[in-house]
């Protein structure tokens, strides 16, 4: 058994105990090298109506021999790519950062929707069309965007994002693994409350400046701290940089969500599959079906969806919330990704 497969198996009491065995694959060491050379990238997408839209994200390239492998990093409903950028701290490296100093190259999307890219009407905006413009992206990485084409592309999706990258993986067989950080076939106890808690992007007072579309919405003021966070393992600044930089999330993802949790899907994999959850996440554990006492618990109730040829991982962050990358340990996180990502 590998280094990578022993760690990712362990029980949260030992991964309690040091980040320092997590470094133990070469090439998932961060090092010290410059920052990455990163721009602004648009993608022409087509619709499944036919309409024309763009995506825009930034692409980040190590500025030394980097990997051929590019992480696609799609965010969950109500972000958009900050939440790739953001760090826990205002001291502590982002995700795209960590990343990026292990030489790997990333390409932080703004989903359909989201950020500074196209909002279609709302209904349009749906489960399949972020699966069919995810794949469109990744045809223009394999055959050169802004840059050399890159061989292999990992999707590394949280939450809804998760499932776009899973669903696109069985829908076209064109990525070498998906990373799915926030996601399980679960319900925690604040499940239900976040679809409730949901108000028009329109009234709220960070976005409705921008004008969002009718049927665009977001969480209402001061609740994702409830909703995606174990607050005693969160900077009090990560949180309040998370709601000035919310996004939004359409009527017609909303429709469509449970597509994104299929076990049909699930069951079609034939690529490596790295489940990540917070061992405080409300969203996904501690209801009737996912404790989330164990890496080895998650790993068990998920192969029972994920019945096909895929390598099945788990890991569980301790004490964090829904939103990992923004809890104070997600650099523990952070190296588990590019160890997982190494042994591809």
Same mark, same amino acid.
């Given at each position: 058994?590998?280094?990578?497969r022993?760690?990712i198996?362990?029980?949260?009491?030992?991964?309690?105990?040091?980040?320092s065995?997590?470094?133990s694959?070469a090439?998932a060491?961060?090092t010290?090298?410059?920052?990455?050379?990163?721009?602004?990238?648009?993608?022409?997408v087509?619709?499944?109506?036919?309409?024309?839209?763009?995506?825009r994200?930034e692409?980040?390239?190590?500025d030394?021999?980097a990997?051929?492998?590019?992480?696609?990093?799609l965010?969950?409903?109500t972000?958009?790519?900050a939440?790739?950028?953001?760090?826990?701290?205002?001291?502590a490296?982002?995700?795209?950062?960590s990343?990026?100093?292990r030489?790997?190259?990333t390409?932080?999307? *703004?989903?359909?929707?989201?950020?500074?890219?196209?909002?279609?009407?709302?209904?349009?905006?749906s489960?399949?069309?972020e699966v069919?413009?995810?794949?469109?992206?990744v045809?223009?990485?394999?055959?050169g965007?802004?840059?050399?084409?890159f061989k292999?592309?990992?999707?590394?999706?949280?939450s809804?994002?998760?499932?776009?990258?899973?669903?696109?993986?069985?829908?076209?067989?064109?990525?070498?693994?998906?990373?799915?950080?926030?996601?399980a076939?679960?319900?925690?106890p604040?499940?239900?409350?976040?679809?409730a808690?949901?108000?028009?992007?329109?009234?709220?007072p960070?976005?409705?400046?921008?004008?969002?579309? *009718?049927?665009?919405?977001?969480?209402?003021?001061?609740?994702?701290?409830?909703?995606?966070?174990?607050?005693a +393992?969160?900077?009090?600044a990560?949180?309040?940089?998370?709601e000035?930089?919310?996004?939004?999330?359409t009527?017609?993802?909303?429709?469509?969500?449970g597509?994104?949790? *299929?076990?049909?899907?699930?069951?079609?994999?034939?690529?490596p599959?790295?489940?990540?959850?917070?061992?405080?996440?409300?969203?996904?554990?501690g209801?009737?079906?996912?404790?989330?006492?164990?890496?080895?618990?998650?790993?068990?109730?998920e192969?029972?969806f994920f019945?096909?040829?895929?390598?099945?991982?788990?890991?569980?962050?301790?004490?964090?919330?829904?939103?990992?990358?923004?809890?104070? +340990?997600?650099?523990?996180?952070?190296?588990v990704?590019?160890a997982?990502?190494?042994?591809l």
């Amino acid at each position: 058994m590998s280094m990578f497969r022993r760690l990712i198996i362990l029980p949260v009491a030992a991964a309690c105990a040091g980040a320092s065995l997590l470094a133990s694959p070469a090439s998932a060491q961060a090092t010290q090298a410059t920052p990455a050379l990163c721009h602004e990238v648009v993608v022409k997408v087509r619709l499944p109506s036919g309409a024309a839209a763009k995506l825009r994200g930034e692409l980040c390239r190590p500025d030394r021999t980097a990997s051929d492998v590019v992480e696609v990093l799609l965010a969950g409903l109500t972000y958009d790519r900050a939440y790739w950028e953001i760090g826990p701290d205002v001291t502590a490296p982002s995700y795209r950062k960590s990343m990026n100093a292990r030489g790997y190259s990333t390409l932080a999307l *703004d989903r359909l929707g989201t950020g500074s890219s196209d909002r279609p009407e709302a209904s349009e905006v749906s489960f399949a069309a972020e699966v069919d413009s995810v794949h469109q992206v990744v045809e223009r990485l394999k055959a050169g965007l802004d840059g050399p084409a890159f061989k292999r592309v990992v999707l590394a999706g949280h939450s809804f994002g998760a499932g776009v990258a899973l669903g696109e993986s069985v829908a076209y067989h064109d990525v070498a693994g998906v990373l799915l950080s926030g996601y399980a076939h679960a319900a925690g106890p604040k499940l239900s409350d976040f679809g409730a808690g949901l108000v028009s992007a329109k009234t709220d007072p960070v976005l409705g400046r921008t004008n969002p579309p *009718d049927g665009y919405l977001t969480t209402a003021i001061g609740r994702r701290a409830e909703f995606f966070y174990n607050v005693a +393992n969160a900077a009090p600044a990560a949180i309040v940089q998370d709601e000035a930089f919310k996004s939004t999330m359409t009527t017609g993802e909303q429709a469509s969500i449970g597509s994104s949790y *299929d076990p049909h899907l699930a069951a079609q994999v034939n690529v490596p599959v790295l489940i990540a959850l917070g061992q405080d996440d409300q969203l996904l554990c501690g209801g009737q079906w996912l404790k989330c006492s164990s890496a080895e618990e998650v790993q068990g109730y998920e192969r029972q969806f994920f019945t096909g040829s895929a390598r099945l991982d788990a890991y569980l962050l301790p004490g964090a919330g829904h939103a990992m990358n923004l809890h104070r +340990n997600a650099s523990v996180w952070y190296a588990v990704a590019a160890a997982w990502t190494a042994s591809l």
